[in-house]
């Protein structure tokens, strides 16, 4: 039962959740209310196989929370390079901005991140 405890591996109960919760933020056709989409989740939980799971099955790679914030300046942040190569590699935009102004390349070289 390692996988429920996380492991590297995908977590089923976390790949449920996060599917079901992108597949209900594409019937609303933007993010949720909360705005937090399964990707951002993902990323921010550091979950790369879940990322990939989600994008594969058509996670817009840069949708944005209400305050603009994007899976890709998540990962920039906390410093999670796995997500953030994932990201880059589906696409996803280092120059587009959160509200206050920031993007992921910014928020990348502020956190001291390579």
């Not at 977590?11 to 019937?27: G, I, V, Y």
């Not at 840069?62 to 300046?73: C, I, M, R």
Request: charged share 20%; aromatic share 4%.
């Amino acid at each position: 039962m390692a996988w429920f405890r996380g492991s590297n591996d995908a977590e089923p109960c976390f790949a449920a959740r996060t599917l079901r919760h992108h597949l209900a933020a594409a019937r609303w056709g933007s993010a949720p209310p909360h705005s937090r989409t399964a990707l951002i989740i993902a990323a921010a939980h550091r979950k790369v196989p879940n990322m990939g799971l989600l994008l594969r099955a058509g996670a817009a790679v840069d949708q944005a929370t209400n305050e603009g914030v994007t899976p890709l300046s998540i990962a920039a942040k906390e410093g999670h390079d796995k997500c953030a190569a994932l990201l880059l590699g589906a696409g996803a935009k280092v120059d587009q901005a959160k509200n206050s102004g920031e993007t992921p390349l910014y928020i990348a070289v502020a956190e001291g991140q390579e």
